[in-house]
């Protein structure tokens, strides 16, 4: 059998070229290696905890999931805008630098960046806000570093908000990502709020996995072997379309299509914790701003969304950038700085699971956005999507996946 349209993986990116094929009419069958789709966004429920694979949220405005995306469905529960900073033994809030820059200004005390910081982040806001979000991929292309020095933020700043934050985000502590891909988020936080949906982060691929046709998916289907107009499956079999789409993360597709897609990846290291109480009763970030201790930043996700919990105890997600060999070291680290952190209490916390995710987003550094969209036509017949055509984020997924389908309508 020959079908119109075969899609290699079912992250975001592989179902909403699917949804999109599906609007249009084209019949495709979409190829999963694993027991699931939704990729690098999956949710395992352990002791009636729902752990993320890797802390992320979802940012309620990117302009891609505003106009696929069911929100109300999703049941988005909100981060506070801000954060909490630890720093110099002390926890220091930072209200709402997004929005309210000078709600910031009188919230944070001295030792996090000074009033002069404050209206960088003003004018900053005012500028991200300009234009389009592809404007932003458009700006001259430097290092998020280089580009909050030449902005002239003071190094205090730098050091204890924007290298925790935007590291945790870009999982680069040394800021090496590309500034159009820190304009664009600094836009996204201006904008939207950083949500958790009530079901985890999989409810989002599994809410585009349910407006598939029915078969359209077959799961445990590994391709080992993509050429334009078939696909050899790991089991031997090998299956005909008139369009393959590869939608698996760059690496993979490095591997199927025997040419370099993407450049490198970033790792992150992601603890939980179940907890008699919650050492934050806030629903915000917590960022590390001494740069002391493998946590880069943590959070509660059960003071964000309780379902995220059974009820009687707290759920706690901490994240360390990069991935070690030796997780039980790792963990007794871990242990110590939140010791140091919380006190005592921690005692009593007890080791969920690890997730260690050697690659975890693509590496943009630059000239890695230049251009900002990489094409989705690999050769007549041959299609590539996916997080490294477009940015490393949600967003970049959904659009390169419509992309690509886009691609396929107007060749077929
Ligand atoms: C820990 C972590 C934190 C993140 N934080 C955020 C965040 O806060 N905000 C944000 O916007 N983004 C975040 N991201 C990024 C975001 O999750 C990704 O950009 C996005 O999910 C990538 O989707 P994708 O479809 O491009 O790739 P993937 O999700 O990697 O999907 C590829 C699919 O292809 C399948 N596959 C691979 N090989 C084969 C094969 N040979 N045959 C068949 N199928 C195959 C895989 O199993 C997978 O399902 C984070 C990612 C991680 C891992």
Redesign the pocket.
């Not at 890797?54 to 940012?59: A, D, I, S, T």
């Given at each position: 059998m020959t079908h119109d349209v075969l899609i290699?993986?079912?992250?975001?990116?592989?179902l909403c070229c699917g949804l999109e094929l599906h609007k249009a009419g084209a019949g495709f069958l979409l190829?999963?290696?694993?027991d699931s789709?939704?990729?690098?966004?999956r949710t395992d429920t352990v002791s009636g905890f729902q752990l993320d694979r890797?802390?992320?949220?979802?940012?309620t405005s990117y302009p891609e999931a505003k106009r696929t995306l069911d929100y109300e469905a999703l049941q988005l529960r909100a981060f506070l805008p801000g954060a909490l900073i630890r720093h110099g033994g002390r926890f220091h809030s930072i209200a709402d630098p997004w929005r309210r820059p000078f709600a910031a200004a009188r919230s944070v005390c001295s030792p996090i960046g000074s009033l002069a910081d404050k209206l960088r982040v003003a004018r900053l806001r005012s500028r991200v806000l300009q234009g389009t979000v592809e404007d932003r991929f458009r700006e001259p292309e430097t290092t998020t570093a280089r580009a909050l020095q030449d902005f002239g933020f003071s190094p205090s700043i730098i050091d204890r908000f924007f290298r925790p934050f935007l590291g945790g985000?870009f999982l680069d502590p040394q800021l090496q990502t590309s500034s159009r891909m820190f304009e664009f988020v600094f836009r996204m936080f201006s904008l939207g709020r950083a949500c958790l949906p009530a079901g985890g982060m999989e409810a989002i691929p599994r809410q585009l996995a349910a407006r598939l046709p029915p078969g359209s998916i077959r799961l445990a289907?590994?391709?080992?072997r993509v050429q334009a107009g078939s696909v050899t499956l790991e089991s031997g079999e090998q299956l005909r379309a008139r369009a393959v789409v590869v939608?698996?993360?760059g690496k993979?597709a490095t591997r199927?299509l025997g040419q370099a897609t993407a450049s490198g990846g970033q790792s992150?290291t992601?603890l939980y914790f179940s907890a008699p109480r919650p050492p934050i009763e806030q629903p915000i970030l917590v960022l590390n701003g001494d740069r002391e201790g493998p946590v880069n930043n943590l959070c509660v996700p059960t003071r964000v969304a309780a379902s995220y919990g059974p009820g009687d105890a707290s759920l706690v997600s901490t994240t360390v950038l990069g991935v070690t060999d030796d997780s039980d070291r790792l963990l007794s680290e871990v242990r110590r700085q939140m010791r140091e952190w919380f006190g005592q209490e921690v005692m009593e916390w007890h080791h969920l699971r690890t997730y260690r995710?050697p690659y975890?987003?693509p590496r943009l550094f630059p000239p890695a956005l230049e251009p900002p969209r990489r094409p989705v036509r690999w050769q007549p017949g041959l299609y590539v999507c996916?997080?490294h055509r477009d940015n490393?984020?949600?967003?970049?997924?959904m659009v390169?996946g419509r992309r690509a389908a886009e691609a396929v309508l107007d060749d077929l």
């Open positions: 290699i993986g079912g992250g975001l990116a592989g190829l999963e290696a694993c789709v939704g990729g690098r966004i890797g802390f992320q949220v979802f940012l985000i289907a590994r391709a080992t939608a698996t993360d993979v199927l992150v992601c995710i975890a987003l996916g997080d490393a984020s949600i967003q970049g997924a390169s």
